[in-house]
């Protein structure tokens, strides 16, 4: 099965079993705007808790924040979204569809990292283990004739959009050659900006009206607070400000499900320390991050860092935490030294003084700023792809499977009476009933069990009590577990002990170090 094949497969499952919907989906949906549905939103939140508690709870340096959507207009001056928050665009004339410019040049990239990737498998089949992976990326001519474009397109990219040369963008995508994804026409427009925001009218009388913006980043929202945080907490430089909220951006390509939304949710951290320090915060920043998402269970191979060559207008150094998707690998979190820039340019706007007396230097300065930006609706689409399977079991018997972290999933334990008489449903309930205060659970008692695990396994339930007829004469029941479908007999006094053991996100987090 192809890659493209797999996420179609991850979409649909992921509407029919409750997890995401189009939005509106009655009037044909709204273009990259979606609802979570009963399971999907439960996943969303744990993502958010395991985030907000890996950030807030873990840290004594990091304190939380839930600012507004709506900021005054002055914001977005300042932080340079309203001159600067564009992306290049580019229409075909004859399909008459849209495309990001940019995306275009990096997607054709990508063409020449899968042959790569292709040839690097094709000499691991051929070398066995005596394979030298290093080596072989260093002198097959195949690699490097490939490596070599994308050097050239890379370079190619920096020189123009580096610079903002929209007509030497249009040139390289003429000189590489790039078609229409879909109906291959090369019959392009100029390049033309378009900036992201989305904007509306405070107040209810037209002509009083002022135009604001829905946020495009959370980050300002914490940006323009951190005099009331540092006033009213006990924090001192270096110290932190954690988010979790809505953002919006009108994106111009808006593809691939849930990766690349028009409203979508942010996890971001703004970390101010004293300017000349931001380096090592930096680096132990990025540290941190990809511990969070080695302990979230994403496999090392799918997990790179990826070096911005551009940077942002605010930025000194920038990295992308990279995941790869079915659709190759993407960015899921940003990890950003933003200078003193966003706190200098609102001193500059508002005329308030946004500094820091740091008695140990006995002076007054901006602090500097290390970001950290992830995408809840990313990492819900990373747990996703990464937890679903389907698998053979032997006999013409398969099942499809979300391996969740068990600390995540939806539902964390079920409970079945193997059939419904003999007192069996009562006697399930009342195991319900005592885990339903600890854990998210849920009880069923229709259809076989088999078809019952199937339909736990199809959402992620890490587990399944069964209550059988031994239940009642030796007070025990059966515990199965989804990956390895193994089933052990435990006393029902022990269940909730037990189940805690295996799904509690403290264990998780223990394991962040
Ligand atoms: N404050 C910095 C900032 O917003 P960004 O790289 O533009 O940086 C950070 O965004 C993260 O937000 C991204 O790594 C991604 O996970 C998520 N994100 C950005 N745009 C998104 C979109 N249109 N849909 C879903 N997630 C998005």
Same mark, same amino acid.
């Given at each position: 099965?192809?890659?493209?094949?797999?996420?179609?497969?991850?979409?649909?499952?992921?509407?029919?079993?409750?997890?995401?919907?189009?939005?509106?989906?009655?009037?044909?949906?709204?273009?990259?705007?979606?609802?979570?549905?009963?399971?999907?939103?439960?996943?969303?939140?744990?993502?958010?808790?395991?985030?907000?508690?890996?950030?807030?709870?873990?840290?004594?340096?990091?304190?939380?924040?839930?600012?507004?959507?709506?900021?005054?207009?002055?914001?977005?001056?300042?932080?340079?979204?309203?001159?600067?928050?564009?992306?290049?665009?580019?229409?075909?004339?004859?399909?008459?569809?849209?495309?990001?410019?940019?995306?275009?040049?990096?997607?054709?990239?990508?063409?020449?990292?899968?042959?790569?990737?292709?040839?690097?498998?094709?000499?691991?089949?051929?070398?066995?283990?005596?394979?030298?992976?290093?080596?072989?990326?260093?002198?097959?001519?195949?690699?490097?004739?490939?490596?070599?474009?994308?050097?050239?397109?890379?370079?190619?990219?920096?020189?123009?959009?580096?610079?903002?040369?929209?007509?030497?963008?249009?040139?390289?995508?003429?000189?590489?050659?790039?078609?229409?994804?879909?109906?291959?026409?090369?019959?392009?427009?100029?390049?033309?900006?378009?900036?992201?925001?989305?904007?509306?009218?405070?107040?209810?009388?037209?002509?009083?009206?002022?135009?604001?913006?829905?946020?495009?980043? %959370?980050?300002?929202?914490?940006?323009?607070?951190?005099?009331?945080?540092?006033?009213?907490?006990?924090?001192?430089?270096?110290?932190?400000?954690?988010?979790?909220?809505?953002?919006?951006?009108?994106?111009?390509?808006?593809?691939?499900?849930?990766?690349?939304?028009?409203?979508?949710?942010?996890?971001?951290?703004?970390?101010?320390?004293?300017?000349?320090?931001?380096?090592?915060?930096?680096?132990?920043?990025?540290?941190?991050?990809?511990?969070?998402?080695?302990?979230?269970?994403?496999?090392?191979?799918?997990?790179?860092?990826?070096?911005?060559?551009?940077?942002?207008?605010?930025?000194?150094?920038?990295?992308?935490?990279?995941?790869?998707?079915?659709?190759?690998?993407?960015?899921?979190?940003?990890?950003?030294?933003?200078?003193?820039?966003?706190?200098?340019?609102?001193?500059?706007?508002?005329?308030?003084?946004?500094?820091?007396?740091?008695?140990?230097?006995?002076?007054?300065?901006?602090?500097?700023?290390?970001?950290?930006?992830?995408?809840?609706?990313?990492?819900?689409?990373?747990?996703?792809?990464?937890?679903?399977?389907?698998?053979?079991?032997?006999?013409?018997?398969?099942?499809?499977?979300?391996?969740?972290?068990?600390?995540?999933?939806?539902?964390?334990?079920?409970?079945?009476?193997?059939?419904?008489?003999?007192?069996?449903?009562?006697?399930?309930?009342?195991?319900?009933?005592?885990?339903?205060?600890?854990?998210?659970?849920?009880?069923?008692?229709?259809?076989?069990?088999?078809?019952?695990?199937?339909?736990?396994?199809?959402?992620?339930?890490?587990?399944?009590?069964?209550?059988?007829?031994?239940?009642?004469?030796?007070?025990?029941?059966?515990?199965?577990?989804?990956?390895?479908? %193994?089933?052990?007999?435990?006393?029902?006094?022990?269940?909730?002990?037990?189940?805690?053991?295996?799904?509690?996100?403290?264990?998780?987090?223990?394991?962040?170090?």
């Amino acid at each position: 099965m192809s890659d493209q094949d797999s996420f179609k497969k991850i979409i649909a499952h992921a509407k029919e079993y409750g997890f995401v919907f189009p939005s509106s989906e009655i009037y044909d949906g709204l273009g990259a705007v979606y609802d979570y549905g009963p399971n999907g939103s439960v996943l969303k939140r744990n993502i958010k808790d395991y985030w907000w508690r890996a950030m807030v709870q873990l840290h004594t340096d990091i304190v939380g924040l839930d600012a507004a959507i709506f900021m005054h207009p002055k914001t977005w001056k300042a932080s340079g979204h309203v001159d600067a928050f564009n992306d290049p665009l580019i229409d075909n004339k004859d399909s008459k569809k849209r495309y990001r410019a940019d995306v275009l040049v990096e997607d054709h990239m990508e063409k020449y990292r899968t042959k790569i990737e292709k040839e690097v498998a094709k000499g691991r089949k051929r070398f066995g283990e005596s394979f030298d992976e290093a080596q072989f990326l260093a002198t097959n001519p195949n690699v490097k004739r490939n490596q070599d474009k994308i050097n050239e397109i890379t370079t190619g990219l920096q020189n123009t959009l580096g610079k903002g040369d929209l007509a030497g963008l249009r040139q390289l995508i003429e000189d590489l050659g790039i078609a229409d994804p879909e109906t291959g026409s090369k019959d392009w427009t100029d390049v033309r900006q378009f900036n992201l925001m989305f904007d509306t009218k405070l107040g209810s009388v037209a002509g009083d009206a002022a135009t604001i913006y829905l946020r495009p980043e %959370t980050a300002q929202g914490i940006f323009v607070n951190f005099l009331n945080v540092l006033n009213t907490s006990r924090q001192r430089v270096p110290f932190g400000i954690a988010q979790i909220g809505k953002a919006f951006r009108n994106e111009i390509v808006a593809r691939q499900f849930i990766f690349r939304m028009r409203e979508f949710e942010q996890m971001e951290m703004q970390f101010f320390v004293r300017p000349g320090t931001q380096k090592e915060w930096y680096e132990t920043w990025k540290e941190r991050r990809m511990n969070w998402h080695r302990v979230l269970g994403f496999r090392e191979s799918d997990l790179r860092w990826h070096n911005h060559d551009n940077l942002a207008h605010y930025a000194d150094a920038a990295v992308d935490v990279e995941y790869r998707f079915p659709f190759g690998f993407k960015e899921l979190e940003g990890i950003h030294s933003r200078t003193d820039f966003d706190l200098g340019r609102h001193q500059e706007l508002s005329g308030k003084k946004l500094q820091y007396f740091d008695p140990e230097l006995d002076k007054s300065y901006v602090p500097y700023v290390v970001e950290t930006s992830i995408g809840c609706d990313r990492t819900f689409l990373a747990v996703l792809c990464h937890a679903f399977e389907e698998e053979d079991l032997g006999d013409g018997k398969s099942r499809t499977v979300l391996k969740i972290p068990p600390a995540l999933a939806p539902t964390q334990v079920a409970v079945f009476p193997l059939v419904r008489k003999d007192g069996l449903p009562k006697a399930a309930l009342k195991v319900f009933n005592d885990l339903r205060f600890e854990f998210s659970c849920a009880y069923e008692e229709k259809d076989s069990i088999g078809k019952r695990y199937r339909r736990q396994d199809a959402i992620g339930t890490p587990y399944c009590i069964t209550v059988d007829h031994d239940t009642l004469s030796d007070n025990t029941v059966t515990i199965r577990e989804r990956d390895a479908m %193994t089933q052990e007999r435990i006393p029902v006094d022990r269940v909730r002990e037990i189940v805690r053991e295996r799904v509690d996100m403290n264990r998780l987090l223990e394991r962040m170090g």
